[in-house]
């Protein structure tokens, strides 16, 4: 069965400290796709990061980077320098062929950045 | 460069009525989605279409209705609301299924 896990309900990390949001995953299709979107307090859903099952090397976007540990499966999004304005819900979501390619999302996790 | 937008923005309905949530896109994406995101969860797929004429069901389909007449409109149904449909709605879009989904506002239903 497909499934996203995210163990960490809510985190409270120090401004300017980098931070690491779990994820980890479960398939048994070769080809997927991972995904790492923020929720902030307005509601919208915005998307940070994309890494694919066969990229060979880690995405990074801006001060988003994602941790790939194929064996282990885990997508972990790391954030660089955390500002106070990263304080949102952050949610990873995994698209496999199977499921004819919709997203499976995980629970979010809340991260505070306190000053 | 307004992406995907929703209207309403919020609205309450009473048991037994019914409402359509409206949902446009301009960015000429095939694939279009609709969520729903209970609180403290992550999102559901409810309903999805794969370009203009075309829909299928997602997770959790039932109560709901779409229709895509169009490739910018994609509107979702609500017949005979109740309590369990209150939630937030989600629109999203895509070019094709293995692109990235970008989603609209929200729409945040209340049924009492």
């Known amino acids: 069965a497909q499934k996203i896990t995210q163990t960490q309900p809510g985190m409270f990390v120090q401004e300017k400290e980098a931070v690491t949001l779990d994820c980890t995953y479960d398939t048994s299709d070769p080809s997927y796709g991972l995904f790492w979107y923020k929720q902030p307090s307005s509601g919208e859903m915005i998307f940070l990061i994309y890494?694919?099952?066969?990229d060979q090397q880690n995405a990074t976007e801006g001060r988003y980077s994602l941790n790939f540990q194929k064996a282990r499966k885990s997508a972990n999004l790391v954030i660089s320098a955390s500002q106070l304005g990263d304080s949102a819900m952050y949610f990873c979501a995994m698209r496999v062929m199977d499921s004819n390619y919709q997203l499976i999302w995980g629970a979010g996790t809340k991260l505070i950045i306190k000053p | 460069n307004a992406g995907v937008t929703q209207t309403p923005k919020f609205r309450i309905l009473k048991i037994g009525q019914s409402m359509t949530l409206q949902c446009t896109q301009d960015?000429?994406?095939?694939?279009m989605y609709w969520y729903r995101q209970d609180p403290g969860m992550g999102l559901k797929l409810i309903y999805y279409s794969v370009g203009a004429g075309i829909t299928d069901k997602g997770e959790v389909p039932n109560g709901y209705n779409v229709s895509r007449s169009t490739t910018e409109d994609f509107p979702l149904r609500l017949e005979l609301a109740a309590p369990s449909q209150t939630s937030v709605y989600f629109c999203?879009?895509?070019?094709?299924?293995?692109?990235?989904?970008?989603f609209g506002p929200g729409t945040r239903l209340l049924v009492l």
């Open positions: 999203a879009s895509s070019y094709y299924q293995k692109k990235t989904q970008y």
């Open positions: 890494q694919g099952s066969y």
């Open positions: 960015m000429n994406h095939n694939y």
